[in-house]
DNA sequence: CGCCGGATTGAACGGGTGTTTAATGTGTTG
DNA sequence: CAACACATTAAACACCCGTTCAATCCGGCG
């Protein structure tokens, strides 16, 4: 039961049937959404319908094992290139490489979805990012916040909010463009703004922070959190 | 053509059917997203499928009355708290009425799913925020952008993405919490973060922006922007 | 060879979809 | 009252969906 489906007809000239399934549907999930028919990721794979069903189960377990490989290849890729921080970067670097496409146009859809795989990914980069994070403030190029998890979080949030905005608003309506052009299109048209915001911030004062700290009393819930302010 | 589908029954003590029919689609598009059938529709509204097609053509013509109706709300109560500047806050306040909470339901859906609706949404809070951040400027309490267009772009696209994004992961898992509770502790979440962002920036000086502004020679293609920097 | 097990197919099933159509009710008007 | 227009319904239609089933192909093995 635990090592279920592997290694069935194993040795093949070309892929195994099975991945070639799988590619299919992240490549038609990724650009369809997931409300498209079996039939229609069959016919992209080159087989009929009753064999996706045979080899996965049911269009759950096709699912399920697309959020699997796509996890494991953003998991593989981050692990190659840990710098960068935010997510829009690391998924923008990984876009250039025309073979990964399809799997971060898949997470981009499971984002947009909001199912369990965008529970994980965002957790996931909450996670990556409060370590980037932390280790700025040590390094002391990261100023320290009254509240680091809410400031991880939001920062998360945002960052892949905004893109996945974008992509649903400019993926389908533009032209012709390849997934990689709209990509950098898109880095270009944050990059200067959101360095500006990281730099200089956007008050000239800090006036409405200190109503807010004045008007709210406790910091989250805790006690001495507060001393990393100023 | 122009003035189609009005006064026709006109009196009636209870609501009008058609009416009825409008309220009931946005509440279910905004719960159970757009791909409800009809008939979900039309047994919330207390009718049949077919008089939802009799009134509104098709379902397509339904999600466009849907679209026009919370667009106009949308716009009503805009101009009655035009305050506030960010479109989050805004939606917050707006949700605190119990009886708008079904129209913004039904507004975040639409900019999940990424159709005609969330561009209006987006370019029209492109537009507001426009006016907004110059007059910030103009007060002298908010600083000036190299590229005022693309910041407020990026922080339109920010802030909206981010409340869909949290609504989609947050939305259904959490338990029977009301509308107006998930509001507001979205709002709690990311104020201070914001606030903080906002007033200080992320980083403790200028030089990844710089090195940004000295790699990247143009602006964005006209000459003088530059001139708001520092 | 003969059998067997998995890969693969094509057709069928049951259910849900949006939409159409004919019939029924119902209030207004001549 | 008769006639018409409209709201409303229930049933039917055609289609697509995910899934099931029986049959077929095909390679490995006793």
């Known amino acids: 039961m635990a090592s279920a489906g592997v290694v069935p007809g194993e040795r093949d000239g070309d892929v195994l049937t099975a991945?070639?399934?799988?590619?299919a549907a992240i490549e038609r999930f990724g650009c369809d959404g997931f409300h498209v028919g079996l039939r229609s990721i069959a016919?992209?794979?080159?087989?009929?319908?009753?064999?996706?069903?045979h080899h996965f189960g049911?269009?759950?377990?096709?699912r399920r094992a697309c959020d699997e490989h796509a996890l494991?290849?953003?998991r593989e890729q981050?692990?190659?290139?840990?710098?960068?921080?935010?997510?829009?970067?690391?998924?923008?670097?990984?876009?250039?490489?025309?073979?990964f496409a399809p799997v971060v146009r898949y997470l981009l859809r499971s984002l947009q979805a909001g199912g369990d795989l965008a529970m994980t990914l965002i957790e996931q980069m909450?996670?990556?990012?409060?370590?980037?994070?932390?280790?700025?403030?040590?390094?002391?190029?990261?100023?320290?916040s009254r509240d680091r998890a809410a400031r991880t979080r939001y920062l998360a949030y945002q960052a892949t909010g905004g893109m996945v905005l974008w992509f649903s608003v400019h993926g389908a309506a533009v032209g012709p463009e390849s997934f990689r052009t709209l990509f950098r299109r898109y880095v270009e048209e944050i990059t200067l703004p959101a360095l500006e915001l990281f730099s200089q911030g956007l008050l000239v004062d800090r006036s409405m922070l200190d109503d807010y700290l004045m008007y709210v009393p406790d910091p989250p819930s805790d006690g001495d959190a507060a001393t990393a302010a100023r």
Chains 1, 2 share one sequence.
């Open 126 to 144: 909450i996670t990556d990012a409060e370590a980037y994070l932390a280790a700025g403030e040590a390094a002391g190029v990261i100023r320290p």
């Open 72 to 74: 494991a290849v953003m």
């Open 58 to 62: 049911s269009k759950a377990g096709l």
């Open 43 to 53: 016919t992209a794979a080159g087989v009929t319908a009753g064999l996706v069903i």
């Open 78 to 99: 981050k692990t190659k290139a840990l710098t960068d921080g935010t997510a829009a970067m690391f998924m923008a670097q990984l876009a250039e490489v025309e073979q």
């Open 19 to 23: 991945d070639r399934i799988l590619d």
